[in-house]
Structures are given as structure tokens and as C-alpha cells.
Nanobody, 114 residues
Framework: VQLQASGGGLVQAGGSLRLSCAAS????????MAWYRQAPGKQREWVAA???????NYAESVKGRSTISTDNAKNTVYLQMNSLKPEDTAAYYC?????????WGQGTQVTVSS
């Protein structure tokens, strides 16, 4: 399984971004997917997750401002982030667990200016 994240960029506070993570192989219908983020000097933290059945869960820091979704036909998971804050600045990574292994995308940088 290979995960390719994209969609990061520089945005002003209050703006929006949609991150994408495309996976090789048709796995979304069978796995849970998640987004994590890591700010400079901080540990990687969980942001959001979606189960194979479509149930979603969010970290308190992004709840109400973010939406995780999947497009199984495109083997892609999305993270729509609105009302972005400077503290959302981080490298964002997609993640899944499949076949006994944990897989990570390469990360996409989100920078929110104040």
C-alpha cells in the first residue's frame, strides 16, 4: 500500500484547505483511514479518522472545523479544513493499518498565517 498526500499550502487564518490522500490498490472499503499532523518541535498527533463503514471521529482541536471523507472509487481520503488557525500549521500525514502493517503518506505541509 502506498499513500500519496497532497493539497497543503499557505493560507491566511480563517481560510480553508482540502487535503487529499490517494492510495494504491482498492483498500478503502476494507480499512479505516486517519489523518495525523506534526508541528515543528512537537509530537505527531491524531487529527481525524473514518472507518470502513463511514463513521468519523475528530480531535477536539479540529472538531466542528474539519470533515474527513473518502471516495472509494478514487481510493482517496480527504480532510476538509475550514476556519484555519495558525496553530493548525503542521505537516499532515494520512495513515492506515492493513494486513498487519501501518502505512503513512509522505506528508503535506499546511501553513496558516495570522
Amino acid at each position: 500500500v502506498q499513500l500519496q498526500a497532497s493539497g497543503g499550502g499557505l493560507v491566511q487564518a480563517g481560510g480553508s484547505l482540502r487535503l487529499s490522500c490517494a492510495a494504491s490498490g482498492s483498500i478503502f472499503s476494507r480499512v479505516n483511514m486517519a489523518w495525523y499532523r506534526q508541528a515543528p518541535g512537537k509530537q505527531r498527533e491524531w487529527v481525524a479518522a473514518i472507518t470502513s463503514g463511514g463513521n468519523t471521529n475528530y480531535a477536539e482541536s479540529v472538531k466542528g472545523r474539519s470533515t474527513i471523507s473518502t471516495d472509494n472509487a478514487k481510493n482517496t481520503v480527504y480532510l476538509q479544513m475550514n476556519s484555519l488557525k495558525p496553530e493548525d500549521t503542521a505537516a499532515y500525514y494520512c495513515n492506515t493499518y492493513y494486513g498487519g502493517h501501518v502505512y503513512w503518506g509522505q506528508g503535506t505541509q499546511v501553513t496558516v498565517s495570522s
